[in-house]
């Protein structure tokens, strides 16, 4: 798929009922859910700061999580999975989304704010992720993301949109991943190779990312490849994308 920027990946034309993504439950979400649920966690994640030049703290690896990470991404703002929990020192930082029960746990710069997902939460001036994505427009203005706009960071190294593409674009060529294909996130979120090879691969490739329940121990193969790490002795996948091989510019 030619896409110059990741928001080229959830584009109206692409919405169909291909699934797209299985979460930990094995609960199946397809294409037109993804990108229009994106749509609306940009609109809703626009109200609490969220824009070019800032950065995002996102916790978790569930389906919120990444539509937080896709929410930001369409607002040309970074996305750093599990950030620390002292952030005060980080003037760039905005938005910190995370389930409500943790949010506490974290210690903001002044004006920063507060996104939680799951239970509604009690503190005021904390924004409702969940109620925000049912009641948001389920549309998206048309976008020009420069492709030198920064994606990722990890807090030391920042990825930019052509960057976290053409190591995907690796991956998918390298493996041969195909439409449909399963690909089982099994490696953290909070490194950018897991994201380039985890979930924009397979947006690329028109296949399934899928989020396994890291505290499930069974070893249940859930996918046709597994990202991980070479020094994990064994996935239950057939096929492993091994982290180390993902080149980051």
Same mark, same amino acid.
């Given at each position: 798929?030619?896409?110059?920027?990741?928001?080229?990946?959830?584009?109206?034309?692409?919405?169909?009922?291909?699934?797209?993504?299985?979460?930990?439950?094995?609960?199946?979400?397809?294409?037109?859910?993804?990108?229009?649920?994106?749509?609306?966690?940009?609109?809703?994640?626009?109200?609490?700061?969220?824009?070019?030049?800032?950065?995002?703290?996102?916790?978790?690896?569930?389906?919120?999580?990444?539509?937080?990470?896709?929410?930001?991404?369409?607002?040309?703002?970074?996305?750093?999975? %599990?950030?620390? =929990?002292?952030?005060?020192? &980080?003037? !760039?930082? @905005?938005?910190? *989304?995370? /389930?409500?029960?943790?949010?506490?746990?974290?210690?903001?710069?002044?004006?920063?704010?507060?996104?939680?997902?799951?239970?509604?939460?009690?503190?005021?001036?904390?924004?409702?992720?969940?109620?925000?994505?049912?009641?948001?427009?389920?549309?998206?203005?048309?976008?020009?993301?420069?492709?030198?706009?920064?994606?990722?960071?990890?807090?030391?190294?920042?990825?930019?949109?052509?960057?976290?593409?053409?190591?995907?674009? %690796?991956?998918? =060529?390298?493996?041969?991943? &195909?439409? !449909?294909? @399963?690909?089982? *996130?099994? /490696?953290?979120?909070?490194?950018?190779?897991?994201?380039?090879?985890?979930?924009?691969?397979?947006?690329?490739?028109?296949?399934?990312?899928?989020?396994?329940?890291?505290?499930?121990?069974?070893?249940?193969?859930?996918?046709?490849?597994?990202?991980?790490?070479?020094?994990?002795?064994?996935?239950?996948?057939?096929?492993?994308?091994?982290?180390?091989?993902?080149?980051?510019?």
């Amino acid at each position: 798929m030619n896409a110059a920027t990741v928001d080229d990946l959830l584009t109206r034309e692409l919405r169909d009922d291909r699934i797209g993504l299985v979460d930990a439950t094995g609960r199946e979400y397809d294409y037109h859910w993804l990108c229009t649920t994106a749509w609306k966690a940009g609109n809703f994640l626009r109200h609490a700061g969220v824009r070019n030049g800032v950065t995002v703290g996102v916790v978790g690896d569930g389906p919120l999580a990444l539509l937080a990470f896709f929410g930001t991404t369409l607002l040309e703002g970074t996305t750093r999975f %599990e950030p620390p =929990t002292d952030l005060t020192d &980080e003037d !760039d930082f @905005r938005t910190l *989304v995370a /389930a409500v029960d943790e949010l506490e746990g974290y210690e903001l710069p002044r004006g920063a704010q507060r996104v939680g997902y799951g239970d509604e939460p009690d503190a005021p001036g904390v924004h409702h992720f969940d109620a925000g994505l049912w009641s948001e427009n389920p549309s998206f203005p048309p976008l020009s993301i420069d492709p030198e706009t920064i994606i990722l960071t990890d807090g030391d190294r920042t990825v930019t949109h052509e960057g976290v593409l053409e190591a995907a674009r %690796e991956v998918v =060529t390298e493996t041969d991943l &195909e439409a !449909d294909d @399963r690909v089982v *996130v099994r /490696a953290p979120l909070s490194d950018p190779r897991t994201v380039a090879a985890g979930v924009i691969a397979p947006l690329l490739a028109r296949g399934v990312i899928v989020l396994p329940d890291n505290a499930d121990e069974s070893g249940d193969e859930r996918g046709t490849y597994a990202v991980s790490s070479a020094s994990v002795e064994s996935v239950p996948e057939p096929n492993r994308i091994d982290l180390d091989a993902v080149s980051l510019p």
